[in-house]
């Protein structure tokens, strides 16, 4: 199988997934910008690993809060000229601010298909409780995360793969050569890997 960093983007269900997932996280108190660009990823991760391509065809970058899709700032500046988003910045509790995404007034899921809308409800469910912080420190748990240099496009290949533990040079290079492995069988295959 050939490994694939990125499959052409579909604006159409960006926009839609964007928008599908920002109205059901309406009344999410965790709901913020960085918590929409991990449930995108991983919507597109389990569509990947699943059916063999991504929701949105996004490419996803390693950046230093986790997988964000490639020239993030210019897509989010789009979604809001189109009316699908609007970004409101919040005052929360421990002083800081947060950026929520609300689903704009030209809004439309119409272009996912079922399938897809389970695939991002399946997210939903499953970081329901996740805060920011906590999707993003989990995200950096992802072998392909791990192994990309920041500013790097993530493999949808090794996609699916997590590797806990501390960030040290002894899992990194166990990362890397799980990776290697991955790659040269070929496999797309969706687990954890628990460090020795």
Do not use: C
Not at 2 to 23: G, I
Not at 150 to 176: C, H, K, M, N, W
């Amino acid at each position: 199988m050939e490994e694939r960093t990125s499959f052409p983007l579909q604006w159409d269900k960006l926009a839609a997934a964007v928008a599908y997932l920002s109205e059901k996280s309406r009344n999410d108190d965790n709901f913020s910008e960085t918590k929409l660009v991990k449930l995108l990823y991983y919507a597109d991760s389990a569509a990947y690993l699943r059916t063999g391509k991504p929701i949105t065809g996004a490419t996803y970058i390693h950046m230093p809060h986790g997988p964000y899709p490639h020239d993030w700032k210019e897509t989010k500046r789009r979604l809001e000229d189109d009316k699908s988003i609007t970004i409101l910045e919040e005052n929360i509790p421990n002083g800081q601010k947060r950026r929520r995404p609300i689903a704009g007034v030209a809004a439309t899921t119409d272009a996912l298909t079922k399938q897809e809308q389970r695939f991002l409800d399946e997210q939903l469910r499953r970081f329901h409780d996740f805060n920011a912080r906590q999707i993003e420190d989990y995200s950096h748990d992802e072998l392909a995360w791990r192994i990309t240099a920041q500013g790097e496009a993530i493999p949808y290949g090794l996609l699916g793969f997590r590797v806990p533990g501390s960030d040290t040079d002894e899992v990194r290079q166990r990362a890397q050569r799980l990776a290697d492995s991955i790659r040269e069988r070929g496999y797309r295959i969706a687990h954890d890997v628990t460090p020795r």
